[in-house]
């Protein structure tokens, strides 16, 4: 009885909510205080707006002038160092000449999103045509942050789309009104990133600005990817933005509730602060690096390649509002049909393994082929993901992607070897620092200086909050997840973008990505994936070995009934279970006659300790883990 009044109330709520909107007085005189106080200072008189040189722009207005419709030229360049994809968005934004349009999932006020934001709002002020579309849900949560941002300059826009309740924060309460209510348009979410300049060249993939996503956090980072395009896929990137821009869910800050009472009740604003940063030596060394012609050689122009066919593609924001018609999820069709066309080798990594039926459907086919391809997958283990309950899933289908799908999948390990390395790269100084200055483990030659991470306060539902930190681990020291979303089809083909391959990526977020039709791309896309199943960076899931021959087999086959249930599926004895390589024997697949003597069993949940976390992961496995596609 309880528990109906409250979702009584909870119901009310939401309506009573939806019922408090804006007036258009409130309105316009929003706007109105905004034209007045907005801060018009300006720090250049120049026609290129004190644009600095770019040698990544200039490839990219080289390529645009080069292209033809039939012959089109891009340059690409693949963003797997933390490092470098932080440098060329510094680059970019201070080099623009003309615009710079952002589309995000998360925004953070850590220094990674401050640092992204101070270098936006320097180039409004020196007359840059600057524009940001965020998903309300995780991005700029301080109502009065975004008060003083829509005052900031008028060359600086910025929209949140899709906000709950017409707000730009979203308190527990009206989060779970939001799920209750209106849950299809509360759980779509657009989930497109994307950074664009001058319409000539962008960065699409993963990441979001959030110091996780670019090795700044000194507990748990991700391992992510992007690619950075100039030419003519530029403008389909444009075209994109456009049409998120101007849609209705894109709400400019003045319609937000919260923001247009602060605004309102603030005609006078005290100016923009300074930025304050936890490690502002760290962000002083990523700002010099953006303008050190011989690093950006170094570690972005020697690295590009010049190819021909490249595009762009993108959801529409109609995906759920009209989930029918034919272009809404142009991105998510013309990548399972890239899928289907597979002949001999696809290899994928997504942080999810929980595939869509559409995805089901398709692999289900490649396993019919003679001979069929191979599917190597690399994703997260329970010990590196912080989305446990998606993993309860995936844990759970385990023996149909092994069995019906033929995949071969490597989980990665919390202290992957690969990624330490990479945070060792984002956090040490190569300059001769003082003699007290201690050096980085590995890290042979010159000494190296370790920045401190940051950490965020952590947030009921906000992106970094205790809800999605990950499990507690036996072992000890800095942790890694997967967020790279990327595949490679036949050596030929790649794509690298924000599609997580699973159901909630193909019916409810948008989502973009770049597909390139480069073999050298392909081979450098597929080298990165593949490290990171190397022994010492993953576990191989295989077939678990029954110690005793008949009670093994009865438990497989309770497993299999149990495993097939909508509901208590409780038996903890699965098909398959994690592997380790033991020492002095190389990588091999589980179908080798010599698995069993070069590997060991890991366990099912290896270094995970004993916690709340790994209790609710085995009770969504047990209980709740049938409702795959709502996740």
Known sequence: MRLRCGLLITVLLAALLQGCTLTRAQIRQADAIVATSVDRQTTCDRADHCAIPSPLLDAANKALADSTSSEPQHVVTLLDDSEAALVARINLIRAARQSIDVQTYIWDEDDTGQLVLNELIDAARRGIDVRILADQLFSFEDPALLERLARVSPNLQIRLYNPTFQNSRTPPLEFAAGVLCCFMKFNQRMHNKLLLVDDSIGITGGRNYQNRYFNWDNDFNYVDRDVMVGGPAARDMASSFKLFWNHRRSVPLIRLRDVNRLIRRDPAPPPWP???????????????????????????????????????????????????????????????????????????????????????????????????????????????????????????????????????????????????????????????????????????????????????????????????????????????????KSLVVDDSLAMVGSHNFDPRSDHYNTEAGVIIYDQRFASQLRASIMQATEPQNAWIIAPRKPTIPVLGQISQAIGDLSAKLPLFDIWPFRYATSYDIKPGCGPLLPTDPDFSRCYAPAGDFPDVDISPKLLYTRLIIAFGASGQNVL
């Open 274 to 484: 300074a930025p304050h940063y936890t490690d502002p030596d760290r962000v002083a060394d990523a700002q010099a690096e953006a303008e050190d012609p011989d690093w950006l050689a170094q570690h972005l122009v020697d690295t590009s390649l010049h190819t021909g066919k490249v595009e762009f593609f993108s959801d529409r924001p109609a995906k759920t509002d009209q989930p029918t018609k034919r272009d809404a999820q142009e991105f998510t069709t013309h990548l399972m049909h890239l899928l289907s066309g597979a002949q001999h080798e696809v290899v994928m990594q997504t942080p999810y393994l929980v595939m869509s039926r559409r995805a089901q459907k398709i692999f289900k086919n490649l396993r019919r082929q003679v001979p069929p391809p191979q599917i190597i997958v690399s994703t997260n283990s329970l010990a590196s993901t912080d989305a446990f309950a998606v993993y309860a899933v995936s844990y759970k289908r385990r023996k149909i992607y092994l069995t019906r799908y033929g995949f071969d999948i490597y989980e990665m390990k919390p202290h992957a070897e690969f990624a330490d390395d990479a945070y060792l790269q984002a956090n040490v100084d190569d300059e001769d620092g003082d003699e007290t200055t201690p050096a980085v483990p590995g890290m042979a030659g010159a000494k190296h200086k370790r920045f401190p991470g940051t950490d965020r306060r952590p947030g009921l539902f906000g992106s970094n909050g205790r809800r999605n930190r990950p499990a507690p681990l036996v072992s000890s020291g800095r942790r890694f997840g997967l967020h790279a």
